[in-house]
């Protein structure tokens, strides 16, 4: 299992930027379960970046338990399914959570 | 029955299921509800609240609308079209014919609901300023019933009686939109139906979409995405069986039928049309062009960039009698700039 420090640090190397254009946003990572923790993810004029904690004011809050965000950005579970399922939950604008899903080079799982 | 047990009257079949969940004491199911059949889901009564009281701001929408496509927004002075009285008598007659099907069909289930369809019918159907306030006590008191493992009567009660009420308000003014269709097309032929639908449903669909995801869900507590993914999926069995067919590939694009077996709306219509002496569809167009633009504007609002969507009716009840199907068909794109227009359209600039 991958462990959630490795998985947020990893994202600005999956980020898209190409599907990013006019799309600056702050997105905090909520988190409990195995790792509770807190992450800030910054997207701004096409770059990607991740720092340990709240540092920003979020537009957007992904809440949930830590695995499944690792399940999630290393394609084990696709994120519809756990948003589905309520494992994650994403408050703020309902098409920043549409938007953000679409930002990343998730590994496809067989 | 006055109008089709089938096509609308299906919420008398999840109230009842309701009132069976809680004499079993199944009060997750209840609240939350339950896959019935691969064609069939009991939607629970959070999401089903939730769904009428959205469906029940599309409606006048509808209306307002077609009647102002038609060059008739006179006829909507007061609260029952008094603008046109013979159109307001025929929508108020009709109306009347709705609400004994329900008292009849709430003495068929029994269990407190003919009760509770009486009351109804002795007051006021008009959804109410405090409708928001009232579903968020519901809910926060459903939500503590559960965490106790209870759920008093007196709270299904309140659950029951708001989907009544929205369930009737919702038909008060899809009655009247058929009234209307029915006097426009007698008095001025079918061509000037689709005119006054064809001139204004560009308009309609990102209204509608206005209506639902800025307005009615929010209100109804249905903001985040996860709740409004389990409303679309579950909310519209509130009043519809439906299925998708299995997805299948046409060269890089991905092609899924979503059909829909029974329409409230087709019911309806379909009930004017007979007692106006019309022929069956003749005012169809006025429903089925206004379901398709608002199911493409729903994909476009929610489906992720990764792909662009196309959405076309292909086959309707209201249109040719046959079960309804909607065919969604989506390629892979990059396709933000869908997602900035829609978020401008719908929710207004982004911060």
């Known amino acids: ?66 695995e499944y965000v690792c399940q999630m950005f290393t394609g084990e579970t696709p994120p519809m399914k756990l948003v589905n399922a309520k494992l994650l939950r994403m408050k703020g604008p309902m098409m920043d959570s549409i938007a953000f899903s679409g930002l990343w080079n998730i590994p496809k799982k067989a | ?21 809680w004499k079993r004491a199944e009060y997750e199911k209840l609240y939350r509800g339950e ?21 029940e701001h599309e409606m006048p929408l509808r209306l307002s609308t077609f009647l102002r496509g038609a060059g008739h927004g006179d006829w909507l002075a007061g609260p029952r079209l008094e603008g046109d009285p013979l159109v307001a ?24 609901l003919p009760g509770l369809v009486a009351d109804l019918r002795s007051s006021s159907v008009v959804m109410p300023e405090d409708w928001a306030s009232s579903m968020a006590r519901l809910q926060g008191d459903g939500e503590a019933a559960l965490a106790r493992g209870e759920f008093p009567r007196e709270l299904l009660d309140g659950w029951l009686r708001i989907c009544l009420r929205s369930v009737a308000n919702y038909n008060r003014f899809l009655i009247a939109g058929a009234c209307a269709a029915a006097a426009i097309v007698a008095r001025e032929g079918a061509g000037a139906l689709r005119a006054a639908v064809d001139a204004t449903s560009s308009d309609f669909m990102w209204e509608v979409s206005r209506a639902f995801f800025a307005t009615a869900l929010p209100q109804a507590g249905f903001e985040d995405i996860g709740d409004l993914m389990e409303l679309g999926l579950r909310g519209m069995y509130a009043d519809q069986y439906f299925h998708s067919e299995p997805e299948r590939e046409e060269g890089e694009a991905t092609v899924r039928m979503s059909v829909l077996e029974n329409c409230e709306l087709a019911g309806v219509y379909a009930a004017v049309e007979r007692w106006e002496g019309l022929e069956p569809r003749a005012l169809g ?3 089925c062009r206004y379901c398709e633009v608002h199911g493409l504007a729903t994909m476009m609002i929610t489906l992720p960039p990764m792909v662009s969507p196309s959405y076309r009716l292909v086959r309707s009840l209201g249109l040719h009698g046959e079960e309804c199907r909607f065919e969604l068909r989506t390629v892979p794109a990059d396709d933000m700039g869908r997602i900035l227009d829609v978020q401008e359209r719908v929710f207004g600039p982004a911060e």
């Open chain 1, 1 to 66: 299992m991958a462990k959630i420090e490795e998985v947020v640090n990893s994202l600005p190397g999956i980020f898209k930027p190409e599907k990013a254009k006019g799309w600056n946003r702050v997105i905090l990572f909520d988190l409990q379960g195995e790792e509770p923790s807190q992450w800030t993810l910054t997207i701004e004029n096409g770059s990607c970046s991740v720092e340990k904690g709240r540092s920003k004011e979020p537009k957007l809050t992904i809440m949930g338990n830590s």
């Open chain 2, 1 to 21: 029955m006055n109008y089709s047990e089938f096509h609308d009257h299906k919420w008398a079949q999840n109230l009842g299921l309701a009132v069976g969940y």
């Open chain 2, 35 to 55: 896959r019935l059949s691969e064609r069939d889901v009991f939607p629970g009564l959070r999401v089903m609240g939730a769904y009428w009281a959205s469906v």
């Open chain 2, 89 to 112: 008598g025929k929508a108020s007659d009709y109306f009347e014919r709705f609400l004994a099907d329900m008292a009849e069909l709430a003495d068929r289930i029994g269990d407190g």
């Open chain 2, 285 to 287: 167009y006025a429903i």
